[in-house]
């Protein structure tokens, strides 16, 4: 049994029974969709054409949702249906990421993911999906893609069919008869200000912290023209806004046209936790790695009180990346059962068994040390252990920097974060990080030169290394497909390129290199100059992170 879908679209109409009914039979919330109807229009006046597209979750026979999921929560039925389960989902929106269909929605009800699951209460008892009974022109065919007399199996293999994304080699079973490349591929279609009987909120406004007025971001149309080039008069050209899907740009109406005319609107799923967690896991395993290193490899005289005092710098924003990530979560209450249920393909369930793993080492390190500074431990014993800890917390530290990488890997919904050089440029951030906040550790507790030294050197160069690889790693050289390419020109020169240019390069980066390069002319790095430059480094790192989560979730899925 390997149940799919075709829709056959020589006969689609568009009527949106297959959404009514599809809410109706699983009592979908207001806002979201397990099923909509995608409107493209296409063509020039007075031949054009208006494409539809039946959307929903593909049911894919190599889904990476299933893969992403930290608790089962989502999962793979024997017969082929993705299916997912709301009594043990913790709402992390992993799925959302992983999903290249945008088919996955936050129930506003539950909390917990939700999609399209094939109506499975009605195929358990040999009853069709609701939206193949309700179709009224059977435009909607269901059934056994493994049985070769099937009607489905007849269609798929007599007819010309067409998939969403398959270069994803995710294997779709959401097969299109007569499907229009403007209505598969997402950003084939100009998305205006305005559907055909909505505004268009922008995406990144569907966060409650950041509301605006529908027309916020439209534009007013200078002196448009007709198609013969005579200056018409509209609301829009005395200063109004953009009304109508013809107005391509400022001056111009459209004599080709392909644009979005009806589509659901889907929410971005992480916001400033997710940034704000690369940064806080960044300084935590930074800090203890260094310490490692210049302890582990006896490159200076081991100092316990700055071995506690950076071990428990390290401790407070590794439990605050622990926070962060428990604060994201839609279900916080069942955060546990990432340890009592894991699923070990999901590199969120490793995340958190590396910081776990990784606490515990450091905080048994950091009571060891504490222990013998109160003389309720002799020295021998912890001479004796401290390698152990030291070499072991740099490992675990190196891969809790690493593992996001990996993750955001698992996000196959977000092509740019598909770049290989991310677990590297992770590690050179992280050192980055730690390296300045150790250097601010050496005016309260006492460090031997060689290693203040060091330690500049390492900020330094660690700087000038992700500039590099931030200009000419992550952005300088091509992009694999149109979607991160897209998502690395709205970083660029889009939304977020103060973020970028002013934020990452110009405070993150060129001012504490500023900072550093005066302080070494001047033979000394006094307090107030390396605070600030620390503070601007962590300042800029975030603005990065925020710009490199948030403008891949801003290139449509659907």
Request: aromatic share 10%.
């Amino acid at each position: 049994m390997n149940y799919g879908f075709v829709i056959d679209n020589r006969t689609c109409i568009g009527c949106h029974a297959c959404s009514t009914a599809c809410k109706a039979e699983n009592r979908v919330p207001l806002g979201v969709y397990r099923t909509w109807v995608k409107y493209v229009e296409k063509g020039a006046f007075p031949h054009t054409r208006r494409h539809f597209q039946v959307t929903r979750c593909n049911h894919c026979a190599n889904p990476p949702c299933v893969r992403i999921c930290p608790v089962t929560a989502m999962y793979q039925r024997a017969d082929g249906i993705v299916e997912f389960d709301p009594r043990v989902c913790i709402g992390c929106k992993a799925c959302m990421q992983g999903c290249p269909y945008d088919a996955i929605y936050l129930d506003p009800d539950t909390h917990t993911a939700s999609k399209c699951h094939y109506c499975s209460h009605r195929t358990d008892l040999g009853l069709e999906p609701a939206c193949v009974i309700v179709c009224p022109t059977q435009s909607i065919i269901s059934g056994d893609l493994d049985d070769p007399e099937s009607k489905i199996s007849r269609l798929v293999a007599r007819e010309k069919v067409s998939v969403r994304k398959p270069e994803q080699g995710t294997v779709p079973k959401l097969f299109y008869i007569d499907g229009d490349e403007v209505t598969l591929t997402p950003t084939a279609a100009q998305l205006g200000s305005s559907f055909m009987w909505a505004d268009v909120i922008p995406l990144q406004a569907a966060s409650p912290a950041d509301h605006r007025p529908p027309t916020a971001d439209r534009r007013p149309i200078r002196n448009p023209k007709s198609l013969s080039g005579t200056p018409i008069r509209t609301p829009a050209a005395q200063g109004g806004v953009e009304s109508g899907p013809i107005y391509v740009s400022e001056g111009s109406l459209a004599e080709h046209m392909v644009q979005t005319g009806y589509n659901a609107q889907h929410k971005i799923p992480w916001h400033w936790p997710v940034p704000a967690y690369l940064v806080t896991k960044g300084v935590g395993s930074g800090v203890f790695a260094l310490l490692a290193f210049f302890f582990g490899l006896d490159l200076v005289d081991f100092s316990r009180p700055l071995a506690v005092l950076g071990n428990l710098i390290a401790l407070l924003f590794i439990g605050l990346t622990i926070l962060l990530l428990v604060i994201d979560l839609d279900k916080p209450a069942r955060f546990y059962t990432i340890l009592t249920r894991p699923q070990w393909q999901s590199w969120l369930t490793r995340g958190a068994f590396i910081l776990i793993g990784f606490t515990a080492v450091a905080g048994l390190w950091l009571l060891l040390e504490g222990a013998v500074l109160l003389r309720l431990v002799p020295f021998p014993l912890v001479n004796l252990v401290r390698p152990i800890f030291l070499w072991l917390g740099f490992g675990l530290a190196l891969v809790s920097v690493v593992y996001t990488a990996f993750l955001f890997g698992q996000a196959e919904g977000r092509d740019m974060w598909q770049s290989s050089l991310l677990p590297f440029h992770l590690v050179v951030q992280a050192v980055m990080a730690g390296a300045g906040v150790l250097l601010l550790l050496g005016f309260f507790v006492r460090m031997e030169q060689p290693m203040v030294v060091g330690l500049a050197w390492i900020f330094g160069g660690t700087l000038v290394l992700d500039l590099f690889i931030t200009l000419f790693g992550e952005f300088g050289m091509p992009h694999a497909s149109e979607a991160a390419a897209r998502a690395a020109h709205d970083i660029r020169a889009g939304r977020y390129r103060r973020h970028f240019w002013w934020g990452s390069l110009g405070l993150g980066h060129l001012l504490p290199l500023i900072i550093l390069l005066v302080s070494a002319f001047l033979g000394s790095l006094a307090l107030i100059p390396l605070i600030i430059a620390v503070l601007a480094t962590l300042a800029g790192l975030y603005l990065f992170e925020y710009a490199f989560v948030m403008a891949p979730q801003q290139v449509p899925n659907s």
